[in-house]
């Protein structure tokens, strides 16, 4: 079942075209992955679904409401969750304060959002970690803490922007398995990678980006065949 459909989306700053007529879907519980080449339009079409850009253009439609140009708490209100590409948590709050502050958006009462909180760190298995300052913390585990305020709004989809980029191959397995765990949830995942080894062994479904246009849509496999897909990471 569809439950993102993104719609002949355009995304214009002035001059420059960031996104141009792109189309994809994304089904209930599936993980998607979104590639290109920096400066593919990627964070600009992750902005447009979020709420943090009105597209210039085009239908965004989650489970058949539009949500293009509606604010990102609206957004986030629909089911829409995202992390952003440099992992933005509250450096001097902790790990739990950093994800009560998402949970207490579902749950006005701070000892609930606590026992919230508490269970997504330990989804993404950070309970250890619960009392530490977020600045304390490695990249990799800021990362998963982001997912972790990500989900405590209880998203139907989540986009993930880059969140494997930097990690070591350690690091890369337990994003992955992060992500198949919210896939089993019943979760749909709209991932930007580049780390493809991470990417392409999870996704049902690969959509490419170059230039702001989607160049190719298929599986794992049927993309890293494609000529033009080929071009667009290795040059002519
Ligand atoms: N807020 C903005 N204002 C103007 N140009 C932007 C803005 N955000 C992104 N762009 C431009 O849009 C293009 C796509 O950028 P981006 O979506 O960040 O690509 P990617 O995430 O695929 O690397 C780039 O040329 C970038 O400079
Ligand atoms: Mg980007």
Redesign the pocket.
Known sequence: MTLLEVNQVSKR?GG?T?NQDVSFTVDAGQVVGLI?P???????LFNCIAGFFAPTSGRILLDGLNIAGLSPEACAKAGVARTFQVARTFASMTACENVMTAAMLLEHNIVKSRVAAMHWLGFVNLDRFADKLAASMTISEQRRLAVARALAIEPRILLMDEVMAGLNPSEVREAVEVVLKIRDKGIACLI?EHVLEGIMPIADKIVV?ERGMKIAEGTPQQVSNDPLVITAYLGD
Do not use: P, W
């Not at 920096?38 to 600009?44: E, F, P, Y």
């Open positions: 700053f420059l960031a290109g920096n400066g593919a339009g990627k964070t600009t930007v980006l």
